[in-house]
Nanobody, 124 residues
Framework: QVPLVESGGGLVQAGGSLRLSCAASGRTSSRYGMGWLRQAPGKEREFVAA????????LYPDSVKGRFTISRDIAKNTVLLQMNNLKPEDTAVYYC?????????????????WGQGTQVTVSS
């Protein structure tokens, strides 16, 4: 297992920005993809962004497209999520996740490994 550790959450006003970081340890040679997902109270876990580890290709839902950017630093074994123009509806616990399987990266149920989550709160 490769542990994932998130950081960078916090409280921000609407229109502000935050950057989340996910540090992974261990081997990455078999990693297929990594993603960010979020869960707000009383709601199901929701896909936010994903990146294929080998190619760097990215995927976003319409709700965050143009505002969020996922990137990876292979040398540091880290995935970042830059969140701009944040809205109150972005408030949630954000999770970093990884998979070694060839899955549809927008499916929250496809990931094998999860971080502990970091809280993002956007005030209006």
């Amino acid at each position: 297992q490769v542990p994932l550790v998130e950081s960078g959450g916090g409280l921000v006003q609407a229109g502000g920005s935050l950057r989340l970081s996910c540090a992974a340890s261990g081997r990455t040679s078999s990693r297929y993809g990594m993603g960010w997902l979020r869960q707000a109270p009383g709601k199901e876990r929701e896909f936010v962004a994903a990146i294929r580890w080998s190619t760097g290709s990215t995927l976003y839902p319409d709700s965050v497209k143009g505002r969020f950017t996922i990137s990876r630093d292979i040398a540091k074994n880290t995935v970042l999520l830059q969140m701009n123009n944040l809205k109150p509806e972005d408030t949630a616990v954000y999770y970093c996740a990884a998979t070694n399987r060839f899955i549809v990266l927008s499916n929250p149920n496809g990931y094998d490994l999860w971080g502990q989550g970091t809280q993002v709160t956007v005030s209006s």
